[in-house]
């Protein structure tokens, strides 16, 4: 990076070349007032006139968050000529827009307070308004609260939410001292465009946007946001043991300090909530009591160690520490002697890891984040990422205002839609036709990069046999995107580059799955988008859902992806943990619940997974759940899953021990606790060893999650060089085999793990279920902005923004069966019904129905099979 040398207040300091002196100055402690500069804004405000300066050289004092920086540029910052200017300023902005200090809510905590204390002004002078502004507070969020009266108009919350966040959902209007934000002036935050993010309040200098019940933390803990995988560092605050707060972390290289609603608001809620499970409880006839933990370790010992081996089934939780979850699948390995150990990871990521693996490798994220706001393509095909994963959606929103192409193939009109350079509005089920009509296009006009495939890649020749009789006319009679509209996506991604692949469950969560992700795989090859800054990238679902597979929760997978069915993988296990190992491959979640529900598995041992909501047909997975002879579910709440337990235990939450997460793009990073466990509640795998050393096993005898983690780097190589010492400065993306190695931000950039990308040869099928007479409409399913998993529905605040199931429909579907908005209906498919409220919306196509799949009350699973993203029902009023 080019610097210049420049002197401020007479110290020589080094700055980057076109900085600002603002900037330069702070960066260097030297401090210069300030109220709406940004650094990463496009264009500086400048309002607020407290940051002059004068430069030697120029007439006139200059703002210094709008002059750059030079060579030889001599700068003071505090002559009598800024400092009454400053004052002036100052004096300004609190005559006409600064109430009584006493009773604000940022009553030392607020900017101007600081400034008003450094330039030597009065916080109460008078008004230049002949009475003080008396606009009408808007509370309807329910986070937080907008006082216009003491809006200071500095203009930051209109940067951070156009600019960072991307909504646009705020504005100026009217000017001088009539100047307000819209859309606040017209109708109330909860009713507009507004995400509930809290940007704009975490920016805010002072009180004009401030948290509601607002309690100022004594300390804060570093750690890693519970929800989705993106990986937000965040740092909870702290009141006595109590979570009174969360800000983001600016210094994490996945968020940089911005936040969703659900990381902002949606955490102390759900960790202090009364509904949580307090202490181990076993069901006696239909009701539960309470027991000791030395009771419940003693029935588990003695239960478990009657269905050992192939009648014992493990399933883990992606919400999981990957402490934990290798301590889990080393139980069921080790003590149970089965390799019947899955995750609820499978339920959107078993296709990427088979379909990967046998295209690369490797089964994960290529890119890291910073690579998708670089690119100059993004393809997002099964993903409304801007609701399943907030901050990576601001990141494409960023991306596109910078101008790079985006491309959507979505049935449903999503957030992105407004920024796409191209929307393909495929129906439901068609994305492998749409993909296989994308390819030929580019083998027809030559857009296939030749030298890149013939340098590192193998069986094109048979990948282009597939296609021979797949043409553009049977693309757009499959999928419902016209001939023009294929041609011209699949140019745009052969011509900019490097561009990104991400796709979501939406691809995943299909008959087709395998297929699906394997059509992925070559159409990156085949434009030549695997490499530095271009790539493939599977948008995991939860929060450590690439973390519980790497830790080996999967029934053909020893951890690290190293196969059960290789002798000498297993030998090794064995030589470490002491014990010989079951060769034989355990059975897949689905699998699992088939065995238990024909009698031969007796025994499941469920660690924070909810089946009995968030699978397919749940009326299904319930009966077989109710066939065992000993279910044990260890989670936080009394979830739907739980309550069909024998043994329920109550397990610590992310914010009560230590450990690591592993986010979509392979980053490791620390979850440090925060506080103690919620009364008898205990970490996962510290219950998980407890049972073990009960049964008479060792190798479960670990001091610290550390401990853990050491074991794990000594056993797979992806994390060699990762232990949580090195983890306390920032996270690192796998590959890290040694210690002294930095991390592979870009998977495959050189070449793939399996040496040469192999082409995979496709057909297309149909989905396993269509519409027909008796259920004419097809049923999708998605994910809420302001939803994930049971803690959510824990949150008060989010359950105001988003607190029932609904279905939503085009509004023909809704013309053609009498149904009015917000009206009671019937979803009705082979597997049952459910009832919830209608919403009428040009999202849906005609002939599409979308519900959430989050709640029990209305639970969509109830009518899904086989595809969660595939349901063939029909609609009727309800009574």
């Not at 101007?112 to 204390?117: F, G, S, T």
């Not at 824990?794 to 607190?803: T, Y």
């Not at 082979?830 to 196509?845: D, F, N």
Request: hydrophobic residues 40%.
């Amino acid at each position: 990076m080019d610097t210049v040398d420049l002197i401020i207040d007479g110290i020589t300091i080094k700055a980057p070349k076109g900085e600002k002196i603002l900037w330069a100055a702070l960066d260097n402690g030297i401090y210069i007032p300030n109220l709406c500069a940004l650094r990463w804004a496009e264009e500086p405000h400048a309002g607020c006139r407290l940051c002059f300066v004068e430069v030697e050289g120029r007439a006139d004092p200059v703002t210094s968050c709008t002059e750059p920086v030079a060579e030889g540029l001599v700068v003071h910052t505090d002559t009598p000529q800024v400092r009454r200017l400053r004052r002036t300023a100052a004096e300004l902005l609190i005559a006409a827009e600064c109430p009584d200090c006493g009773a604000c809510a940022k009553n030392r905590h607020c900017e101007l307070q600081r400034i008003a204390a450094f330039v030597g002004v009065k916080l109460k002078p008078k008004r230049l308004r002949p009475t003080p502004k008396a606009l009408p507070v808007d509370a309807s969020n329910p986070f937080f609260i907008r006082d216009p009266n003491k809006c200071v108009v500095c203009g930051k919350c209109v940067s951070v939410c156009s600019e960072i966040v991307g909504a646009n959902a705020i504005d100026f209007t009217f000017r001088g001292f009539e100047t307000t934000l819209r859309p606040f002036d017209v109708q109330p935050v909860i009713d507009e465009r507004c995400e509930s993010c809290g940007e704009c309040v975490a920016i805010c200098p002072v009180a004009a946007l401030v948290e509601k019940d607002l309690r100022w933390p004594k300390e804060e803990v570093k750690t890693i946001c519970p929800y989705c995988a993106v990986g937000c560092g965040i740092y909870l605050g702290l009141d006595e043991g109590t979570i009174v707060g969360v800000r983001g972390d600016e210094e994490n290289a996945t968020n940089k300090g911005t936040l969703c609603a659900k990381g902002r608001f949606g955490i102390a809620d759900f960790v202090h909530h009364r509904d949580r499970l307090t202490s181990p409880l076993v069901k006696r006839g239909r009701t539960f009591s309470q027991i000791s933990w030395e009771q419940a370790i003693d029935l588990m010992a003695t239960e478990f160690a009657k269905y050992r081996g192939e009648e014992f089934a493990l399933i883990a939780s992606a919400k999981g520490t990957n402490e934990d979850g290798y301590i889990l699948q080393k139980f069921a390995r080790v003590a149970m002697g089965s390799n019947d150990i899955d995750s609820d990871s499978r339920l959107c990521d078993a296709p990427s890891l088979e379909a990967l693996g046998h295209s690369f490798g490797d089964g994960a994220m290529s890119n890291s984040m910073d690579d998708i706001e670089r690119a100059a393509c993004i393809l997002a095909i099964g993903t409304n990422p801007t609701s399943s994963h907030p901050i990576l959606g601001q990141r494409i929103r960023r991306a596109a205002r910078k101008g790079a192409k985006l491309i959507l193939a979505n049935p449903r009109e999503i957030d992105l839609c407004r920024l796409s350079t191209l929307w393909l509005r495929n129906r439901p089920g068609s994305d492998l036709a749409l993909l296989m009509g994308m390819m030929r296009v580019m083998l027809d006009e030559n857009l296939a990069d030749l030298s890149f495939i013939e340098e590192r890649c193998q069986n094109f020749e048979q990948f282009q046999d597939c296609l021979r009789d797949f043409d553009l006319g049977l693309a757009e009679e499959i999928s419902g995107v016209p001939q023009e509209l294929l041609k011209e996506a699949a140019r745009t991604l052969a011509t900019h580059k490097p561009a990104v692949i991400l796709y979501g469950s939406g691809l995943t969560q299909h008959s087709q799955a395998t297929q699906n992700v394997l059509a992925l795989a070559n159409l990156a090859m085949l434009s030549g988008n695997m490499g530095k800054g271009s790539g493939l990238n599977p948008l995991k679902g939860q929060n450590n859902a690439q973390g519980i597979s790497d830790m080996g929760a999967l029934p053909h997978f020893l951890p690290g992806y190293q196969p059960l069915s290789d002798p000498q993988s297993r030998e090794k296990f064995e030589r470490a943990w002491g014990y010989p190992l079951n060769p034989n491959p355990g059975l897949s979640l689905t699998e699992m619940l088939e065995a238990a529900a024909e009698g031969k598995i007796k025994a499941v041992y469920i660690v924070g997974a909810n089946p009995a909501l968030n699978m397919a047909d749940i009326r299904y997975v319930r009966k077989a759940l109710r066939r065992t002879k000993f279910l044990v579910v260890q989670d936080i709440f009394l979830t739907e899953t739980a309550r069909l337990a024998h043994l329920v235990l109550p397990a610590a939450s992310f914010a009560e021990k230590d450990g690591t997460f592993t986010n979509t793009e392979r980053r490791v990073q620390l979850v440090r606790q925060a506080i103690e466990p919620i009364d008898e509640s205990r970490p996962d795998g510290q219950i998980a060893c407890q049972i073990a050393s009960r049964m008479g096993f060792e190798g479960f005898e670990f001091d610290s999650p550390s401990q853990i983690m050491e074991e794990i780097a000594r056993l797979v190589p992806q994390y060699g060089g990762i232990s949580h010492q090195r983890l306390t400065e920032a996270g690192i993306q796998w590959p890290c085999p040694t210690r002294d190695h930095p991390g592979t931000p870009n998977l495959h950039a050189e070449g793939f793990s399996r040496g040469r990308g192999r082409f995979a040869p496709l057909k297309y099928e149909a989905p396993a279920e269509l519409p027909d007479e008796q259920y004419p409409l097809m049923l999708t399913t998605e994910r809420s902005l302001y939803h994930l998993g049971s803690m959510t529905q824990k949150v008060e605040g989010l359950m105001r923004l988003r607190g029932e199931e609904l279905v939503e429909l085009n509004p023909a579907d809704a013309a053609n069966l009498g149904i009015a908005d917000n009206q009671w209906v019937r979803v009705i498919s082979r597997r049952g019904q459910v009832k919830a409220k209608a919403r009428i919306t040009e999202a849906s196509p005609p002939g599409v129905v979308s519900m959430s799949a989050h709640f029990a009350k209305g639970a969509a699973n109830l009518v899904t099979g086989g595809e969660l993203k595939l349901s063939a029902v029909r609609i009727e009023k309800a009574g």
